[in-house]
């Protein structure tokens, strides 16, 4: 388990233009591009098995058609081998003043937002202690926004009336999730943004992809970042979203 605990809930949110798209583009033929979900939204599916390394065991989808040809909004839960949920939207039906890619990532101690189709930066709420604050300060593109004690008080989330609060003192430096204790005594914002071009980071993954086959193709015991069964289980799941 990683410094941020489980990972419980993923949301990912993409609003695309469709200005470019008309009708008689081959994007709404489904015969051809797969729809919205195999064309576009597998890459979501890929990054969220990659972040989580747990593998869909349920999937649920629904779609709105604007008319027989154009299928422009789709949703999909997917559910996990252990335990996370996945929500997924994808909508190619407004102006490009509007288009935005959101991925919401809730772990057991921190809540992450990473915006862009391709992520470059994103701000992160965490509940730390000092190892694993001093990992997010050696971060080169990390800034720490605030970083306050938890401190000994009481948990006062639920409005009064709704049973007691849950004392702390007795379980100083300690917060439970998900029924797992961990140890935490600071809570922390800050974020973070890759200070290079779109160009140049899509570049640079393309050229890590090619170095990553081509170290398979020269030593057979190498172990690829990306197999052809993750795209598989990526595509799996688009078509499952799809029906």
């Given amino acids: 388990m990683g410094a941020l605990g489980k990972l419980r809930h993923v949301a990912v949110h993409n609003y695309a233009q469709d200005q470019a798209l008309p009708i008689e583009h081959w994007f709404w033929d489904e015969k051809v591009s ?3 979900m195999v064309e576009h939204g597998v890459h979501f599916f890929d990054i969220v098995s990659a972040l989580s390394q747990q593998k869909p065991v349920e999937v649920y989808g629904t779609s709105s058609q604007r008319n027989q040809r154009q299928r422009d ?3 999909a839960i997917v559910k996990y081998d252990d335990g996370l949920l996945g929500e997924y939207h994808h ?3 407004g102006p490009g003043f509007f288009e935005q890619t959101t991925l919401h990532l809730a772990y057991d101690l921190a809540r992450i937002e990473i915006e862009g189709w391709m992520p470059m930066k ?3 709420k965490a509940l730390t202690n000092s190892s694993t604050r001093k990992a997010f300060t050696s971060l080169s593109d990390w800034k720490e926004i605030s970083a306050e004690a938890i401190g000994c008080g009481s948990d006062d989330s ?3 009336g709704w049973g007691a609060a849950e004392a702390l003192s007795d379980v100083k430096d300690y917060v439970k999730a998900g029924g797992i204790s961990y140890k935490a005594d600071h809570i922390v914002s800050g974020s973070f943004e890759i200070e290079r071009t779109k160009a140049e980071v899509y570049g640079r993954c393309v050229q890590e992809l090619l170095l990553d086959v081509i170290a ?3 030593n057979k015991e190498h172990e ?3 197999t052809l069964q993750d795209g598989v289980q990526a595509l799996r799941t688009a078509l499952l979203a799809s029906r």
């Fill in 216 to 218: 398979k193709i020269e």
């Fill in 122 to 124: 994103g701000t992160l």
């Fill in 158 to 160: 639920r409005p009064e």
């Fill in 34 to 36: 797969g729809g919205i």
């Fill in 91 to 93: 909508a190619f039906s």
């Fill in 73 to 75: 909004r789709m949703s």
């Fill in 224 to 226: 690829l970042a990306v």
